[in-house]
């Protein structure tokens, strides 16, 4: 262990950049990373607004952050992937390879993964970290780090069209247009959909998402997100709905907008329980999938971004320096409509 400068949360409503003991001991099969850019999420800043998020509950001082791309400074034993100076970006859910969820390639469901900035486990909002190199991966010298720390939350969006078996040519609705949201219909729009649409009531929100070709914003404040659905599908429906606002709202009449045979992929997470019309669900053989977290998504993220079909920097709405990392989660709390992404940047710092 070794003493830290952080950002910590102390408990709920209070953070502190200080130092921390935290474990900077390259053991075998892990590399030791000089942080350049950490990304505020969502869950950071619910964990500093609410102290918890369902079943996690922050009872220790904890750093935040876990979006983040960096540079290797030190290799440990038999990593032969990665050397001293390599710029990456790193998968922040740690699962028991052994576990069965593991072997069945599920890695993500493995009830055992620790994962940065969840309680009990320490994010990254430091100097430096240590991490094994088979979830840490290489940036291409087109992709910045600060690119490389969204492929975090771009790799959800990865995993939500991934588990929406999208077919070329579909059309998609997502609805939310947060930062989620918006990275779940480019990950769908790479995937193969001709269209997406769009929905919210922020219309900030909606002119971000509608500067990408393919994205349909409708601002269900003005209009019925149904009548836009029959008249783009010519009453058909869309293939693909992705709920990610979490209202409990968005589930009403939901399978109005599916087609026959269509997918709902649950992204968005009501607090409460929801009431859902299974029967009207079943007359359309409607599949639903959910997702957690992601697997196996951060290589083919970063080829999307290093190919340039996915292009994630519009969304990168302002950085602030380590030392003003406290401002930036204020800023978070404030959740301007304006506001996608806010990165902290490490180094300088
Ligand atoms: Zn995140």
Same mark, same amino acid.
């Given at each position: 262990?070794?003493?830290? &400068?952080?950002?910590?949360?102390?408990?709920?409503?209070?953070?502190?950049?200080?130092?921390?003991?935290?474990?900077?001991?390259?053991?075998?099969?892990?590399?030791?990373?000089?942080?350049?850019?950490?990304?505020?999420?969502?869950?950071?800043?619910?964990?500093? @607004?609410?102290?918890?998020?369902?079943?996690?509950?922050?009872?220790?001082?904890?750093?935040?952050?876990?979006?983040?791309?960096?540079?290797?400074?030190?290799?440990?034993?038999?990593? @032969?992937?990665?050397?001293?100076?390599?710029?990456?970006?790193?998968?922040?859910?740690?699962?028991?390879?052994?576990? /069965?969820?593991? &072997?069945?390639?599920?890695?993500? !469901?493995?009830?055992?993964?620790?994962?940065?900035?969840?309680?009990?486990?320490?994010?990254?909002?430091?100097?430096?970290?240590?991490?094994?190199?088979?979830?840490?991966? /290489?940036?291409?010298?087109?992709?910045?780090?600060?690119?490389?720390?969204?492929?975090? %939350?771009?790799?959800?969006?990865?995993?939500?069209?991934?588990?929406?078996?999208?077919?070329?040519?579909?059309?998609?609705?997502?609805?939310?247009?947060?930062?989620?949201?918006?990275?779940?219909?480019?990950?769908?729009?790479?995937?193969? #959909?001709?269209?997406?649409?769009?929905?919210?009531?922020?219309?900030?929100?909606?002119?971000?998402?509608?500067?990408?070709?393919?994205?349909?914003?409708?601002?269900?404040?003005?209009?019925?997100?149904?009548?836009?659905?029959?008249?783009? @599908?010519?009453?058909?429906?869309?293939?693909?709905?992705?709920? #990610?606002?979490?209202?409990?709202?968005?589930?009403?009449?939901?399978?109005?907008?599916? &087609?026959?045979?269509?997918?709902?992929?649950?992204?968005? *997470?009501?607090?409460? %329980?929801?009431?859902?019309?299974?029967?009207?669900?079943?007359?359309?053989?409607?599949?639903?999938?959910?997702?957690?977290?992601?697997?196996?998504?951060?290589?083919?993220? !970063?080829?999307?971004?290093?190919?340039?079909?996915?292009?994630?920097?519009? *969304? !990168?709405?302002? @950085?602030?320096?380590?030392?003003?990392?406290?401002?930036?989660?204020?800023?978070?709390?404030?959740?301007?409509?304006?506001?996608?992404?806010?990165?902290?940047?490490?180094?300088?710092?």
């Amino acid at each position: 262990m070794t003493k830290m &400068r952080a950002l910590v949360l102390e408990k709920q409503h209070e953070l502190k950049l200080r130092d921390i003991d935290l474990p900077t001991e390259v053991g075998p099969g892990q590399v030791k990373i000089k942080l350049h850019t950490v990304g505020v999420c969502g869950s950071d800043v619910h964990y500093y @607004t609410h102290g918890r998020i369902g079943p996690f509950v922050v009872n220790a001082p904890m750093v935040l952050g876990h979006e983040a791309a960096g540079t290797i400074v030190e290799v440990g034993a038999g990593v @032969t992937s990665l050397k001293v100076g390599d710029r990456v970006c790193m998968e922040p859910g740690v699962p028991d390879p052994n576990s /069965k969820a593991s &072997r069945l390639g599920m890695y993500n !469901i493995d009830p055992a993964v620790t994962f940065w900035a969840t309680p009990p486990i320490h994010g990254v909002l430091t100097p430096y970290v240590v991490h094994p190199a088979n979830y840490t991966f /290489k940036l291409p010298d087109n992709v910045s780090f600060a690119e490389g720390a969204m492929v975090e %939350p771009f790799a959800v969006g990865m995993q939500a069209a991934t588990k929406a078996k999208i077919t070329p040519g579909d059309t998609a609705i997502v609805m939310g247009a947060g930062p989620i949201g918006t990275m779940v219909a480019l990950a769908a729009l790479a995937g193969g #959909c001709a269209r997406v649409i769009i929905t919210d009531l922020a219309q900030p929100k909606l002119d971000i998402a509608a500067k990408y070709q393919g994205i349909i914003p409708v601002n269900i404040k003005d209009k019925k997100l149904i009548d836009e659905v029959n008249r783009l @599908t010519d009453r058909w429906g869309a293939d693909v709905v992705f709920e #990610c606002s979490g209202s409990p709202r968005a589930w009403q009449g939901i399978v109005d907008v599916v &087609r026959p045979g269509g997918t709902i992929v649950v992204v968005g *997470l009501p607090v409460e %329980p929801v009431n859902f019309d299974i029967a009207s669900l079943s007359v359309k053989e409607i599949t639903i999938a959910s997702v957690f977290r992601y697997a196996h998504q951060y290589d083919r993220a !970063i080829a999307l971004m290093a190919s340039g079909r996915v292009d994630l920097k519009p *969304l !990168i709405s302002e @950085t602030f320096t380590f030392e003003d990392s406290i401002k930036a989660f204020d800023r978070a709390v404030e959740g301007r409509p304006t506001d996608v992404k806010l990165q902290i940047l490490m180094e300088d710092a």
